[in-house]
């Protein structure tokens, strides 16, 4: 089981970047596979951005597709959301989370991963 901690959010204005950062602890970080979703205030969890265990295959939901970028750094317990060209719908509580075992058509299912983070806000706006 990974802890996870959430960091980088703020308000930006449309058009702007912020890298989101989210700090794991725990052991064999590299073996999980870690996701971002975001909720905007009275919507439902989307899905943002999937890396695989070992730093491998990424998949990203349509809305954010060429603008966001995730990585991670294994021997760090790192991993990072890279947002360029924001825009007011991707105003969100955004969430790092992680999970074992997940192949990818599971990959954007929030129920497929086992620990989230507590989130950091986001708000694109003038």
């Known amino acids: 089981q990974l802890q996870l901690v959430e960091s980088g959010g703020g308000l930006v204005q449309p058009g702007g970047s912020l890298r989101l950062s989210c700090a794991a602890s725990g052991s064999s970080f590299r073996s999980y596979t870690m996701g971002w979703f975001r909720q905007a205030s009275g919507q439902e969890r989307e899905f943002v951005a999937a890396i695989k265990r070992y730093g491998g295959e990424t998949l990203y939901g349509d809305s954010v597709k060429g603008r966001f970028t995730m990585s991670r750094d294994n021997a760090k317990n790192m991993v990072y959301l890279q947002m360029n060209s924001l825009k007011p719908e991707d105003t969100a509580v955004y969430y790092c989370?992680?999970?074992?075992?997940?192949?990818?058509?599971?990959?954007?299912?929030?129920?497929?991963?086992?620990?989230w983070g507590q989130g950091t806000h986001v708000t694109v706006s003038t």
């Open positions: 989370a992680s999970g074992q075992g997940l192949i990818s058509s599971t990959l954007h299912v929030g129920a497929a991963y086992s620990n």
